[in-house]
Structure formats: C-alpha cells, structure tokens
C-alpha cells in the first residue's frame, strides 16, 4: 500500500461494465520520499474521496480483493481517507 493526494478525476461514458459504479481519481504519490513532481496514475475510489484527500491505496492483486473490485479489471484502488500520518515519531501530516 502507498499514501497519494486525489489531484482530479477521470470522467469516462464508454468502459467496462464493472466500472460503472465506480468513481475514476487521477493520483499522485506523496508517501514519505515521494518526489514533488511524482507522476500521477488512475485508481478506482471505494471510499468516497475527493480533490485534495491524503487516501491509501493498494495495487495489484490486492486492489481487486474487495468485492466492489473482485470481477473489474482494474490495477489500483482507493480503500482510505487518511486522517494523519506519523513519520518517524513526527506529524507529516493531519486534518486536525
């Protein structure tokens, strides 16, 4: 699993029928050593995330686990919203 920030949204009316439920966030890494300008990649959104949201998502097999993913072809899914991060002892990161 890896920690990324929602940066936008993917909006598409022709995909697989397992999409279709499904919202579609554009992501960029922002885990600890995770570069400023890292490249961004597409997940599907389980938990109702949006711009802005510090989420944990996982890939792989593990992103079609759950049972709204089990049948969808997809490579990474979003299964947090982060509340905060602890970094070596340290508040990275809160919402508080």
Do not use: N, W
Not at 19 to 32: A, E, F, I
Not at 39 to 46: H, I, K, M, S
């Amino acid at each position: 699993m890896k920690l990324a920030t929602v940066v936008g949204q993917v909006v598409s009316t022709v995909k697989d029928p397992g999409l279709d439920t499904l919202s579609l966030l554009v992501l960029r890494d922002t885990g600890p050593g995770a570069a400023t300008d890292a490249p961004t990649f597409v997940g599907v959104d389980l938990v109702g995330a949006g711009d802005g949201d510090v989420v944990l998502v996982t890939t792989g097999g593990a992103a079609r686990v759950c049972t709204q993913t089990a049948a969808t072809p997809t490579d990474c899914a979003v299964v947090a919203i982060v509340d905060s991060v602890v970094h070596q002892g340290t508040v990275s990161y809160s919402t508080a």
